[in-house]
C-alpha cells in the first residue's frame, strides 16, 4: 500500500538544524554566488540583467574587445567561441533534456568578478552552500567591530586575493568591475576579464536576510571559517589565481563533507539521549567526533584499507539514522511553532540550545495533537488518492491499526510514517 503525504509533509529540510540541502552541489557553480555575497557585502541578487542564451552576442563584443586582435572574421569568432566554451564559461541546456537548445551556465570562477553577468540565474543548485560558507567566514572574521565594517573588510581581502588586477566599485548600486590593465595575469583569466567586459553588471539588491542561522555545531563551523579565511591570506601572494581557487574549492568541498558527517552522528546522538552532544557544545576542548581516516596507501585489503572501510560503513549507518533524528526535530519545532507557550520558550535559543529544548517538549500535549492532526491528514490524503474499493478498505485498515497501536506515541508514528514513504 502507497501512503500519501500531504504537500507541507513532503519536504525534510530545517533550517535550524542544516540550512543546507543535503543534496548533490557543484562547488565551482556557487563560488560565483558566494563571490557575489563576499564583495557586494552580503546582498541579493537584483534582477537578471543578461540573456544567458545569447553566447553570439557576447563572443562578437569579445571579439571586437580593444585587447583582442585577429577574430573579428568568421573563422576567428569560431576559434574563439571553442576557448571560451572550454575555459571561461559552463554551457548547459535549457529546460528538461536541454530540448530548448543550450545556455550560459556560469562564468568559471577565474576572478572574482566571475558574479558579474548574474550568472546562474537561479540559485535552488547551490543548495544555499554559500550563505553557510559566507556566515561561517563572517564569524570568523569577526574580532571586533559592526557587521557592516566587517562585511566590508572580507570583501577588501577577497578582492585582493581572487581578483588581482581588478577595479571593483564597492560603493555603486552594481559593484561593477573590470581590469586594471596593468596588472600580469594568466591568459585565461585576462580571456575572462575582456569577455566579462561585455556583459551589464548585475545590480546588488537589498541585504540579504536569508543568511544560515547559527550552526548547529559551533566549533566545526569555526573551522570551516577559519580554514577558508586564513587560506587566502596565506596563499593568495604564492599561488596564481586559477590555483589558489581550485584550493579554496577543494576545501569547502572537504569541510562540508566532514562537516555533515559529524552533524549526523551528533543529531541521531541528540535525538536518542536528549543530552547536547559534545559536538554541539561551544565549549568543546580536543577532538569533534566523528574522526575521519583516509586510506592512501592504495593497498587492497590491508589493515589501512579496512581502516577506511569501517569509516565508510560507520558513515552509512549514521546516515540512516540521521533522517529520522531530523525528521523528528523538524516535526516537534514544526508544532511547536503555533503554539504560543512553546514557542516563547524557544524564543532566543541559539541553535545547540534550541535543537536540545526541541528533545524536552517531544511529550507535550500540544505536540502529541498536532502529531495525531497529521496523521489524520495523511489518511485522507491517501485514501482520496485511492479508486477503488479494495483498496480504500486496505488502506482504511491499516491506518485504524495504526491509531491502536499503544506501544508509539503519535509523534514516534508519524515520523517513521514519513521517513518510509520517503525513503
Same mark, same amino acid.
Given at each position: ?220 563551523? &569555526?573551522?570551516? =571559517?577559519?580554514? !577558508? #579565511? @586564513?587560506?587566502?591570506? +596565506? ?5 596564481? %589565481? ?78 540512516? &539514522?540521521?533522517? =529520522?533524528?531530523? !525528521? #523528528? @526535530?523538524?516535526?516537534? +519545532? ?5 503554539? %504560543? ?83
Amino acid at each position: 500500500m502507497n501512503v500519501v503525504l500531504p504537500k507541507h509533509l513532503r519536504t525534510a529540510r530545517f533550517d535550524r538544524l542544516f540550512a543546507v540541502e543535503m543534496n548533490d552541489f557543484d562547488v565551482e557553480r556557487l563560488l560565483p554566488a558566494l563571490f557575489h555575497l563576499v564583495v557586494t557585502q552580503g546582498r541579493e541578487r537584483g534582477p537578471r540583467a543578461n540573456d544567458p542564451k545569447k553566447l553570439n552576442e557576447y563572443i562578437t563584443a569579445l571579439a571586437e574587445h580593444e585587447r583582442l586582435e585577429g577574430f573579428d572574421k568568421d573563422s576567428g569568432k569560431r576559434l574563439l567561441e571553442r576557448w571560451v566554451r572550454s575555459s571561461v564559461i559552463r554551457m548547459g541546456g535549457v529546460g528538461r533534456g536541454g530540448k530548448g537548445g543550450e545556455q550560459i551556465e556560469y562564468v568559471q570562477p577565474l576572478t572574482v568578478l566571475a558574479y558579474k553577468p548574474g550568472f546562474p540565474a537561479e540559485s535552488s543548485r547551490q543548495r544555499n552552500v554559500h550563505r553557510f560558507v559566507y556566515r561561517a567566514l563572517l564569524n570568523s572574521f569577526r574580532t571586533s567591530g559592526d557587521l557592516p565594517s566587517l562585511r566590508a573588510a572580507l570583501a577588501q581581502e577577497f578582492i585582493r586575493a581572487f581578483g588581482p588586477g581588478t577595479v571593483i566599485d564597492t560603493q555603486g548600486a552594481k559593484f561593477d568591475g573590470t581590469y586594471d590593465g596593468e596588472t600580469e595575469l594568466d591568459i585565461h583569466t585576462l580571456l575572462g576579464l575582456c569577455f566579462l567586459d561585455g556583459f551589464t553588471a548585475t545590480s546588488a539588491g537589498k541585504v540579504d536576510r536569508s543568511e544560515a542561522p547559527d550552526p548547529a555545531l559551533p566549533r566545526s563551523a &569555526a573551522e570551516i =571559517g577559519e580554514d !577558508l #579565511l @586564513l587560506y587566502p591570506l +596565506a596563499y593568495r601572494d604564492r599561488l596564481p %589565481p586559477y590555483a589558489l581557487t581550485r584550493g579554496f574549492m577543494a576545501l569547502i568541498t572537504l569541510h562540508m563533507f566532514v562537516y555533515t558527517v559529524r552533524l549526523m552522528a551528533a543529531t541521531t546522538d541528540l535525538a536518542r539521549t536528549g543530552e547536547l552532544p559534545a559536538a554541539m557544545r561551544h565549549d568543546l576542548n580536543g577532538n569533534v567526533e566523528p574522526q575521519l581516516y583516509v586510506d592512501f596507501t592504495r593497498h587492497r585489503g590491508g589493515v589501512s584499507d579496512g581502516l577506511a572501510r569501517a569509516c565508510v560503513e560507520r558513515d552509512m549507518e549514521e546516515l540512516r &539514522a540521521y533522517y =529520522g533524528s531530523a !525528521l #523528528l @526535530l523538524q516535526t516537534i +519545532a514544526r508544532h511547536a511553532e503555533f503554539q %504560543p507557550t512553546l514557542a516563547a520558550h524557544l524564543k532566543g535559543l541559539d541553535t545547540p540550545a534550541y535543537l536540545q529544548t526541541l528533545t524536552t517538549i517531544r511529550s507535550e500535549p500540544d505536540i502529541e495533537a498536532g502529531a495525531r492532526n497529521d496523521l489524520l491528514q495523511i489518511q485522507a490524503e491517501t485514501l482520496a488518492a485511492y479508486q477503488g474499493e479494495a483498496e480504500r478498505e486496505q488502506a482504511s485498515a491499516f491506518f485504524q491499526e495504526l491509531a491502536t497501536d499503544a506501544s508509539r506515541t503519535a509523534l514516534e508514528k508519524v515520523v517513521q510514517l514519513i521517513a518510509s514513504v520517503q525513503e
